[in-house]
C-alpha cells in the first residue's frame, strides 16, 4: 500500500486548504484511514478517522472545523479544514493498518499565518 498525501501550503488564519491522501490500493479494504500532524515542537497529535462504514471521528482541537470525506471511486480520502488555526500548523501525515502493517503517507506541510 502506497498513500501519497498532498494538498498542503500556506494559509491565512481563518482560511480553509483541503488534503487529499491517494492510496494505491482500494480503500475499502482498510478499515479505517487516519489524518495524523506533527507539529513544529515535535508533537504528533491525532486528527480525525473515517471507517470503512463512513463513521467519522475528530479530536477536540479540530471538532466542527475539519471534515474528513472519502471517494472511493478515487482512493482518495480528503481533509476539509476550515477556520484554520495559527495551532493547525504541523505536518500532516494519512495513515492505515491493513493486515496489521501500518501505512504513512509522506506528510504534507501546512502553515497557517496570521
Known amino acids: 500500500v502506497q498513500l501519497q498525501a498532498c494538498g498542503g501550503g500556506l494559509a491565512q488564519a481563518g482560511g480553509f486548504l483541503t488534503l487529499s491522501c491517494v492510496s494505491s490500493?482500494?480503500?475499502?479494504?482498510?478499515?479505517?484511514v487516519t489524518w495524523y500532524r506533527r507539529t513544529p515542537g515535535g508533537e504528533r497529535e491525532w486528527v480525525a478517522r473515517?471507517?470503512?462504514?463512513?463513521?467519522?471521528s475528530y479530536a477536540a482541537s479540530v471538532n466542527g472545523r475539519f471534515r474528513i470525506t472519502r471517494d472511493d471511486a478515487r482512493n482518495t480520502v480528503h481533509l476539509q479544514m476550515n477556520n484554520l488555526k495559527l495551532e493547525d500548523t504541523a505536518v500532516y501525515y494519512c495513515?492505515?493498518?491493513?493486515?496489521?502493517?501500518?501505512?504513512w503517507g509522506q506528510g504534507t506541510v501546512v502553515t497557517v499565518s496570521s
Open positions: 495513515h492505515t493498518n491493513v493486515e496489521r502493517r501500518n501505512y
Open positions: 490500493r482500494n480503500i475499502l479494504d482498510f478499515n479505517a
Open positions: 473515517i471507517h470503512n462504514n463512513n463513521i467519522e
